[in-house]
T-cell receptor, first 109, second 116 residues
Framework: GQNIDQPTEMTATEGAIVQINCTYQ??????LFWYQQHAGEAPTFLSY??LDGLEEKGRFSSFLSRSKGYSYLLLKELQMKDSASYLC??????????WGAGTKLIIKP | GAVVSQHPSRVICKSGTSVKIECRSL??????MFWYRQFPKKSLMLMAT?????????EQGVEKDKFLINHASLTLSTLTVTSAHPEDSSFYIC????????????FGQGTRLTVV
């Protein structure tokens, strides 16, 4: 079966760095997405990785290792507004998105 | 990024009535649209996938006669919850994708449905 694993909840301090991990087992691979979702709102796109390596975009970076079925989202200089759920999703061989359950990130002052 | 508009954002309806939710892609042609349902503190649950001009493909366990999906044009898909019951209360989100498999999906704002 297809499976996406990510931690349920993480806590970090304002100004610090946090890494949210995602491991996956899917039928084929056509890219991995990270989305941010604030409570009561729809997800918003953060990043897309299809090749191994690190993609940096401002305070957010995303890493992918296809051989390990592993990705992480790195958030730097954390701000209170970064408190949200972070969803990892993999596009399988049928170009369908398989979603993780999301990681709730709590930022403390 | 591309814009997907979902309407209404919130709706309260009486049990037994039907509710229609619209999802529009404003600046691109959405060849594929997805409808999700999300329960509190849960991830997205894909309900159905619709391709313009053809019947929607429903996920296992989703009643197609209860959740009617129409994707009549490249910019509009609708989800109609028929004969709504309180257990249908949820957050419904659409997403749209343009042609080509490697494109991201853009999400609508979501619709909070409450059935009383």
């Amino acid at each position: 079966g297809q499976n996406i694993d990510q931690p349920t909840e993480m806590t970090a301090t304002e100004g610090a760095i946090v890494q949210i991990n995602c491991t996956y087992q899917t039928s084929g691979f056509n890219g991995l997405f990270w989305y941010q979702q604030h409570a009561g709102e729809a997800p918003t796109f953060l990043s897309y990785n299809v090749l191994d390596g690190l993609e940096e975009k401002g305070r957010f970076s995303s890493f992918l290792s296809r051989s390990k079925g592993y990705s992480y989202l790195l958030l730097k200089e954390l701000q209170m507004k970064d408190s949200a759920s972070y969803l990892c999703a993999v596009m399988d061989s049928n170009y369908q998105l398989i979603w993780g359950a999301g990681t709730k990130l709590i930022i403390k002052p | 990024g591309a814009v997907v508009s979902q309407h209404p954002s919130r709706v309260i309806c009486k049990s037994g009535t039907s509710v229609k939710i619209e999802c529009r892609s404003l600046d691109f042609q959405a060849t594929t649209m997805f409808w999700y349902r999300q329960f509190p503190k849960k991830s997205l649950m894909l309900m159905a996938t619709s391709n313009e001009g053809s019947k929607a493909t429903y996920e296992q366990g989703v009643e197609k006669d209860k959740f009617l999906i129409n994707h009549a044009s490249l910019t509009l898909s609708t989800l109609t919850v028929t004969s709504a019951h309180p257990e249908d209360s949820s957050f419904y989100i659409c997403s749209a994708r343009g042609p080509g498999g490697h494109t991201e999906a853009f999400f609508g704002q979501g619709t909070r449905l409450t059935v009383v």
